[in-house]
């Protein structure tokens, strides 16, 4: 992997910001679509937007306080306001009421906070029925969009010093081919050479992997790829500020990043700020307890590789740093001890990080037993243990397959060798013992 991309692999969680105009009507952030509404009404109203509160000085706090390492604003959704000052239209912040290039305070408010910037930039506008038209049939009007469209992404990557991630969204019904997707990314490498770029550019003609660095799963957690990154709501379902939405919990928060740690790839967890620029309070809350956490276990999360090395279903997700092996407890034992099986590796020392504690290890071959748990969960989200290892951990056989799926042979073979015992008491018709039990 990049040298240049190891802040992405490292920092493992960022802020998914959609914010725009229609934040003021309060229903996600394709209203104007779903609701079927009048072009012009909505252009009238984002022409009019002039947040009050808009102060990303603000939104850059929180999220570095909360544990996020960068972000992601969304500069132009499929309504095509942009929120920055183009040269290539006037429907914008900076041309409209607002008078303001939301862009620039962003990008100089998280960079002055230390985290890494991401611009998310829709391709499709519903503004423009030529987008939605096939290009053949007004070549000149389709050239004119496409070359809209990149002078725009230069823009973004010219005026605001470097960029760290590039998020393309809304290719459909378009392909790269129509939008000249290999030239544009050729120009976005060449104004900012280490710069990621997601992989929602199209897949090529006749190649099987699409253009771009980065995997982005949405709504699921999958791997898909070397890098990637599962984007998801904070609440159930939109992406843009919605006025009577329900939130996930941050305990459901922590799980969906927990999953990604272990599985080998980020997360990209979405705020939608209201329409005069504050975040929602209960955003507030959740980011305050996902900080708390954070400071205390954030070493279970950041850095590269996975974990998922031994069977750890019943209590939630590992994760491996160097000669560490974290346990992320989403269920705790609720008992002084527990048996970890599986682990090859000697434990040279195990400790509850949430409360700073020693535990007490017996290892024995194939099972580890740790002693001196509290009873009571110590946190109302994920404890977590760290095991130091005499190397980097390994499992064993069992702990490194999963049982359910595959050859079910091996299901037989490991049966087998679960001992004699359980032979003679099953339902062997060999076991003399067994026919005698009723
Ligand atoms: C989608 C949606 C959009 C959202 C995005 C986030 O494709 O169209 O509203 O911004 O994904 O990944």
Known sequence: MAEGWRWFTEGRLGLF???????????????????HMEQKAYADMAC???????????????????GFRYACLTTRHHDGFC????????????????????????????????????????????????????????????AAMRDYIHAQVRELLTRYGRIDYLFFDGLWPRTTEDIAGRE???????LQPDIIVNDRLGTPAGETLPLGDVGTPEHHITVTGKLWESCQVTTWRLWGYAAGERWRSPAQWLDMLGQCAAMGGNLLLNVGPDGEGR????????????????????????????GNLTEFTTWGWQTVRGNRLYLIFRFWPGTTSMRLPD????????????????????QQPGELHLGNLPIERPTSLFPVI?????????AGQWGRERLWGGDP??????????????????????????????
């Open 184 to 190: 544009l990314l050729q120009m976005i490498r060449e």
């Open 409 to 438: 042979a091996r299901v037989a073979e490991w049966a087998r060798t679960r001992g004699e015992s359980v032979w003679r008491d099953g339902a062997s018709t060999t076991s003399t013992e067994g026919a005698h039990h009723d």
């Open 343 to 362: 682990l090859e590796s000697t434990v040279l020392a195990a400790d509850l990080i949430t409360t700073g504690q020693p535990l007490s290890i017996d």
């Open 48 to 66: 009019a937007w002039n947040p009050r509160f808009y102060d990303p000085r603000l939104w850059a706090a929180t999220a570095r306080d909360a």
């Open 279 to 306: 975040l929602p309070a209960a955003f507030l809350d959740g980011a305050g307890e996902l900080g708390r956490w954070m400071r205390l276990h954030g070493e279970a999360i950041r850095g590269e590789g996975g």
């Open 17 to 35: 910001i959609h914010w725009g105009p229609y934040a003021c009507i309060g229903r996600g952030e394709q209203v104007l679509f779903r609701e």
């Open 83 to 142: 929120l920055w000052d183009t040269a290539t239209t006037d429907y914008s912040s900076a041309r409209q009421a607002a008078q303001r290039d939301f862009v620039a305070d962003y990008v100089a408010a998280f960079r002055a906070e230390g985290l890494r910037v991401g611009l998310y930039y829709s391709l499709m506008d519903w503004r423009i029925p030529a987008y939605f038209e096939p290009p053949d049939r007004d070549p000149a009007a389709w």
């Open 386 to 394: 760290r095991l130091t290892c005499a190397e980097s951990p390994r």
